[in-house]
């Protein structure tokens, strides 16, 4: 199995007033830094899917795929570009993460990988009772069929998508601890996270 991270950082993010929400800021440092922070150890490449002025993301250093299906079709589309941008380069997963997440688990490759023999299985991860869909261990070898599912349905639900596949599911819960996918949607989830990072720190 080899491996590529993909980091989904393309919405619209409209409830963050104002934000670029990739680069709204935590810690001083814009929020998708934490995201390769989490993400980089554990994949060594990683994409990003992002629909707007790739220039923006230059200083990460890594490649900025936009969606290949057109019409804004949500995290579907971003997951379809990763799929394909990762098995271009020679990947057989891509770990699918979005760009919101700062806390993302330091084993989260590593135990999804693990979590199951079948190849063709998406590997999704969980904690403190709730599924996490954007957080997953994709086959790239699925690209086909998402793209001919996209282009005939309008319903855009990744989980209703998901329960046409056969999938696998990783707890990811630790007592004590925050949530590991804990997501920034609003100004107000920042203030939270700034504190939680700072309990995580000491």
Known sequence: ????????????????????????????????????DRLSPQTGTILLNANADPARFTQFGFDVVADRISGHKGPLAGIHTLMQAAGERGASHVLVVPADTPFLPQDLAGRLASSCSDAETVRIACSHGRRHPVAALWPVSLAPALAAHLAS??????????????????????????????????PADLVEAETLLAQIRA
């Open 1 to 36: 199995m080899k491996i590529i991270g993909g980091i989904l950082a393309g919405g619209l993010g409209r409830r963050m007033t104002g934000f670029d929400k990739p680069f709204a800021p935590l810690a001083g440092r814009p929020l998708i830094a934490h995201v390769i």
């Open 153 to 186: 349905t309008d319903d855009l639900s990744l989980a209703a998508y998901l329960r046409q596949l056969s999938t696998v599911e990783t707890d990811f819960s630790e007592a004590g601890q925050p949530d590991p996918f804990f997501n920034i949607n609003e």
